[in-house]
């Protein structure tokens, strides 16, 4: 029987292409491979007389006639999955990269670091192979503790952060307190489900109106997007760090916060506390009807927003 979450990939990869960005893979260091989909303009095509199928390019890397924006996904589907709505909204007027972190989508490694910090890294030396120097960064969930630390790690790369539905790091003390409030015992039985059950059950608390999907397409996603079980759980073990080691960084960016006003996984308190925290150059911005999934159920306002946001940056940028 055809997977019916499988068979939509290639519609929605020859959406992301008509939208002006192509899958590109690439070696980031021995044993470490990621994949990321760049803007059309910054490779050329095979040769086909030699390379009659293939979806390899070669990167010119020429110098970015746009602003660069890197979308950086959260732990339930990779990339082009999370941020479908957004590429063909922002491909207008910004270079629009869109990476899989390690372990989803093309992206592997071998090395035995699982934290944000790793994944951060990579992510970094990845796109400075790309020839990219400046970029704002786009964070949602778990992609949102990778692009905090991208920010406090490479300030010269990261000109700006904006990011919903995340935290600064996951504590023990917040995760505790997030799965004793949702009702579940671990972070792996939220964000790994098994079971069609356990599949609504994520679905329930990440999204503000109650969304319905068949059964059969509750399993589909299943088995197409929470491949590499045991990595992904090694990933949420090495994702939660002691209040002892938690220091606030000082960030010289701006950072801004899109919340869905009703996220249940990070509430709108824990937003609100974290802009207080970080202090003048945070500012904070809410989406009314929304819940964790912010970017997918209220696409239109959410890039609205955002694209806001990053006008005003680089108006700044460009003043100073």
Known sequence: MVNLVAAQKPLLRGLMKMAGIRPHTMEIEPGTVMHIWVPCETIKKPNKKFKKSTTEYQITKPKPTKPIVVLVHGFAAEGIVTWQFQVGSLAKKYSIYVPDL????????????????????????????????????????????????????????VQAVVVSGSVLAMTDSISNETLQSLGFSSSSQLLLPNT?????????????????????????????????????????????????????????????????????????????????????????????????????????????????????????????
């Open 102 to 157: 390690l372990f989803f989508g093309g992206s592997t490694t071998d090395s035995p670091d699982r934290s944000p910090t790793f994944q951060a890294e990579c992510l970094v030396k990845g796109l400075r192979k790309l020839g990219i120097e400046k970029c704002t960064v786009v964070g949602f969930s778990y992609g949102g503790m990778v692009a905090f630390k991208m920010a406090e790690m490479y300030p010269e790369l």
């Open 196 to 320: 069609v059950n356990e599949c609504k059950a994520l679905l329930k608390v990440a999204a503000h109106k109650k969304l319905w999907f068949p059964d059969r397409l509750h399993k589909d996603f299943l088995e197409v997007m929470f491949q590499n079980r045991k990595e992904r759980g090694e990933l949420l073990e090495g994702l939660v760090v002691s209040n002892k080691d938690i220091a606030i960084p000082k960030f010289v960016q701006r950072i801004h916060l899109l919340w869905g006003e009703n996220d249940q996984i990070f509430k709108l308190e824990v937003a609100q506390n974290m802009k207080e925290q970080l202090g003048e150059k945070a500012t904070f911005e809410r989406i009314k009807k929304a819940g964790h999934l912010v970017h997918i159920e209220r696409p239109c306002v959410y890039n609205r927003c955002l694209k806001k946001f990053l006008a005003s940056l680089h108006a700044d940028i460009i003043q100073a």
